[in-house]
């Protein structure tokens, strides 16, 4: 076994093993000097156990049992849009009384981005490297974030019809660029058809069951709903997805959607909140649909129950972002510190799992990333070029490759700049050079990662990804001051931004680092 990772309180070890007829015994064989141990099940023991009795066992390995995520979301590049704050292509279905584009965003606004918007921009999205969008909810809504879902079957007229989303799909798949859509699941709207009858009818309402009612008659006394919300928003009243009329209707939507336009997955929305047996029925059915479509479900902690193989295939990683973001915001954490976080956070899944989560820097849930940075561009680079250079699949929330800013909701959901004075051009060409760096070599997605130097009360630290046939070390300097380090690395190695060969002895490298920069070097 190979030493892996370290955090606060363990080494992790790690082996392959391949066993010859699906199943295998296993103990553990511990030697220090002339003292040898052997750990099995049973315990500990100076002389060697007979196998199998007592030994760690793996009966039979079912291929059905094994975690299996779509191969394509390995290489994939997300890219998450807003369809109100993207882009306004065609005028015709804006909302009354929108705001002019580029105004300070409030809780109601509406600016007219829609659907045509997004066709108009794929080639922008080419250009930068994306190869599949994640759009926020499309269907009809009253709010200008489609949240409270009233028609799960009708595209919002605000965003466009059915014909043009299909349009959509079909343009982007034309260019490399798959689409996940938003399944609100969790919740419904209060004016939707379903709540409004049980509103009117009470106990007698054909739908009573699919909400979590409390008392009749259902009302709101002073902001406190009698009944179960998303956030206590009484506006958005909670499914019970454990009734079978509710389930069945929205296994029903989950599948017509894959059938109708083929689009290329889903992502949940508050799936911590809705029950296991549901996402295990919802698995079968979308996979049954398309055995290829991407699940990725809206988890903020410790997601390993969901990812057994038997629900998600992703979940977002929003501790990864926020460890990171913690670690460049302040100087108080060293680099040990958030190299133990990191190795945390990657031995909580198998590789497998590891190879997909969904990894973002923000959302239009979080402020943006550059202004949770302070404004620090070169705070920005490193993160990215972290999100970049690290296992799973990478996210980048619009408008944040061209430096928009904003504190939390409603801030973070600011109108898309598309005039190119207003866009930091250098921003954007940051994020295209390291998007195509991931492109490039496999290794950056599916590779081995490790940590070769983090040191207590120090800033800078590296790492590496590496497979049997690229080995690439990151150089990253989260401080104010610059500085130069070594590593026992042999071999030639060069700059992969700009081909720069790398200053070298024959056991080490030299690598000089200004304030908040990185490096990354390929060997030759």
Known sequence: MNKVSSDHFFDYWQTTVQPEHRRFSYGFRFHSGEETVWMTENGIFAEEPEAPTGFYDRPYIHQIDLFQAPEWAKSAVFYQIMPDRFANGDPETDPENISPWGDKPTEESFFGGDLQGIIDHLDYL????????????????????????TDYKQVDPHFGDLELLKELVQNAHSKGIRIVLDAVFNHISANSPQFKDVIEHGEQSEYVNWFHINEFPVKVREGDPNYDTFGFVEQMPKLNTANPDTREYLLDIAEYWLKEIGMDGWRLDVASEIDHAFWREFRRRVKAVNPEAFIIGEVWNDSLR??????????????????LIEYLRSDEMDAETFASHISGL???????ANEVLFNLMASHDTPRVLTQLGGDKRKLKLAIAFLLT???????????E???EGEGDPDCRKCMIWDPDGQDRDLFNSYKALIRLRKEHPALRTGDFRFLQAEPRERSFVYERKDSSTHLTIWMNASEQPVTLFLPLDGSWQDSLNSEPVVSTEDSIKVELEPFSFKILLKI
């Open 126 to 149: 080419e250009d930068l490297g994306i190869t599949a969008i994640y759009l926020t909810p499309i269907f009809k809504a009253p709010t200008n974030h489609k949240y409270d879902t």
């Open 306 to 323: 969901w990812l057994q193989g038997d629900q998600f295939d992703s979940v977002m990683n929003y501790p990864l972002s926020d460890r």
């Open 346 to 352: 990657l031995i909580r899944y198998p590789q497998q």
């Open 390 to 400: 690290f296992t799973g699949t990478p996210c980048i929330y619009y408008g944040d």
């Open 402 to 404: 061209i430096g928009l």
